[in-house]
């Protein structure tokens, strides 16, 4: 069985919570190993969804962001798709453990995801979707 | 997330219980820096309760120990579990704070 | 939040629990009340599943049953999704209550849909997806 | 779903746990045939474990109930809950089956 799960949530960075919660019940029922759901999943998903919210949309109430949680061929794939104009994933990328990055309080976002999935990428031409992939066992 | 502050001697400990997000790690900034404004220097945050920290919430932690590094005091932390000790070296944060296993330890030394 | 549920099966009619199941799971989080969840839902979506797995699908092995369950403008709405022909839902409803109707094994399955749910309607031209809308208070 | 054949006196009592759906209608037609078959003419099907019927379950015992009633036999029901009891009223088979409500009163009136 191909199972998906499809939410679409206002702007607010308040519904993150909600929207991971469930993502993460899904995942149960996917049989995604304990600790990638609990951690690596709801994490990197926080991440997405707070650029998503506050760099995508602006935090405008009239955008909305839309996740897809998915398995397919063995793996967990997550999309997050913002109504924002697109950014470059990997010009975004900063090193934030560089020495003159460490102490600097943002620019982590897109190195955890990257460190938390298998793999993350842009997913469409505009750039307002990333896709997330985590191999399943 | 909720968290509390109590005093132990002169080290204001903050618990922390549930996720430290993006949506909710102002509220802990602006009682921190109340807390530095009111004098106090020595703080040490304490995780057990924690699910996990993302990263604005390591963010956050970044500029408050600044600031309070930069006003004399220091900042600990105690209690991180796996996932959040991953977490700290993968972003090398654990070169920046002094984390301690137990809150007993984390008190001993400052 | 808008909540989508998307499953897609093979064509055995031993699928059919499982996917009720699930979208049964999910009513519960969309906070469908308990009477449509347990009863209309659950035996409005087996009789689409297996209408379309037996004569969508003609229960052949490369053809797939999608299912997508749904919150929209507090109503639920369910599609069952075949890779069939088509049919027309109209013509295809008998009234098994028909005393000449009333003893025959079959024929029930439409009108049932009809009965447990508010609107059941085909929902693209091919007639192969069948929409049900369930509204709720 | 399964299913439990038990004796009551000359009435075969089936109980049926779980859903009676297209998956699994067979089997309990398959089983009626064959007490049927072996010369038995009273029965009494019990739905208090029963979840919900489909349009296929109720063929089947509509199906059944006419080959019990062709060999002078006869077919009852016993114990359905309010959506069952409604399923039977939407699809006026209240109207060709005796409806019980309890085992014992199904019972006494074979
Ligand atoms: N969905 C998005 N839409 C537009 N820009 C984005 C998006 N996600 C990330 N970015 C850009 O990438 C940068 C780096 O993001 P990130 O690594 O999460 O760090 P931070 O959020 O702390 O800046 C952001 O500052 C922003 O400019
Ligand atoms: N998904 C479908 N694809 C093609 N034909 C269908 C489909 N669903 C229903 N039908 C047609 O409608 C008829 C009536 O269906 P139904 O009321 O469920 O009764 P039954 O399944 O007992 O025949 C079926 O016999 C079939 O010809």
Redesign the pocket.
Known sequence: MRVALELEVPSEVAQIERVVARVVATCADLQVPERQRQFNVPLALT?AL???I???NAERADRHVTVRAGMADHALVLEVA?E????DLDA???DPTAPENLERE??????LMRRLMDRVERYNAAG?V?RMVLELP | MSFTIAKSGDVTVVEVEGQLIVGNRQELKQRVLEELDHGERHFLIDFSRTGYID??GL?VLVSLSKKIRELGGELRLANLNDDLRTLFELTKLDTLFQIADSRERALESF
């Not at chain 1, 943002?106 to 190195?111: E, I, P």
Request: include cysteine.
């Open positions: 991440e707070s650029n998503a506050l760099y995508g913002d924002g104009p697109g950014f975004c990328t900063r943002d620019g982590r976002g897109l190195f307002n990333v | 990263s604005s963010g």
